[in-house]
């Protein structure tokens, strides 16, 4: 698996370089700034980015405008954002195509490095790994939208949940339910969102997001 590392800081973007090749992943570029990496996404091609927000020259949204710009020139290209910061709008901008194949960390939640490799991967593989604060964000930005505010207290933790990827399995042991449950849970929410429900747990997601990025305003 070839990966694309964008990190303005050095210790940091040389320590994912040494985490990931020790997991057996492959680093085809290391860059830090924001064309460095349009540049190396391009033409590299790679399976996956890891992608800082903030890089040179600016240190605004380099990274992820770069991110965008690619995934407009090579469709579909997996992108996992790494970020001490929730940039909304570009956040639900990455979402919004639908095709999968990205995720959204928080640096400072990121508690190990299986944790982060199986992320990685993930997203790589098209599915998406999101942190459950960005997304409780994006769910808090939308709450005043129907009908996602017609959604129950406890829907509301399983979509948070859904959409970072968890399974109905994983649902019911975090918020101590019977699977069950987990699935009437599933299944009322999909029904308020008329979104068609899916045992593909990917698909799901990606349903789920897009709905919330049609509905922001």
């Given at each position: 698996m070839r990966v694309v590392i964008a990190e303005d800081l050095y210790l940091l973007r040389d320590g994912l370089v040494h985490l990931l090749q020790a997991h057996g992943l492959q680093v085809a570029a290391a860059v830090e700034s924001g064309p460095e990496l349009l540049t190396a996404l391009i033409e590299l091609r790679p399976d996956v980015a890891v992608v800082d927000v903030r890089l040179p020259p600016t240190f605004t949204d380099e990274g992820l405008q770069a991110a965008l710009a690619a995934r407009r020139a090579?469709?579909?290209?997996?992108?996992?954002v790494?970020?001490?910061?929730?940039?909304?709008?570009?956040?639900?901008?990455?979402?919004?195509d639908g095709s999968g194949a990205v995720g959204y960390l928080l640096k400072d939640r990121v508690f190990n490095a299986d944790q982060f490799v199986d992320a990685v991967r993930r997203v790589a593989a098209g599915g998406t790994a999101m942190d459950p604060e960005v997304i409780a964000k994006l769910l808090a930005s939308t709450a005043r939208h129907q009908p996602l505010a017609t959604l129950t207290p406890r829907e509301r933790e399983v979509l948070e949940?859904?959409?970072?990827?968890?399974?109905n399995s994983a649902i019911s042991q975090r918020l101590f339910l019977s699977e069950s449950a987990v699935g009437k849970h599933t299944a009322n929410i999909f029904a308020k969102l008329g979104l068609t429900p899916s045992d593909d747990d990917n698909r799901r997601v990606l349903a789920v997001l897009a709905y919330l990025d049609a509905a922001r305003g």
């Open positions: 090579v469709p579909g290209l997996p992108v996992l790494l970020s001490q910061h929730v940039e909304q709008l570009y956040a639900r901008e990455l979402l919004a949940l859904m959409a970072g990827g968890r399974s």
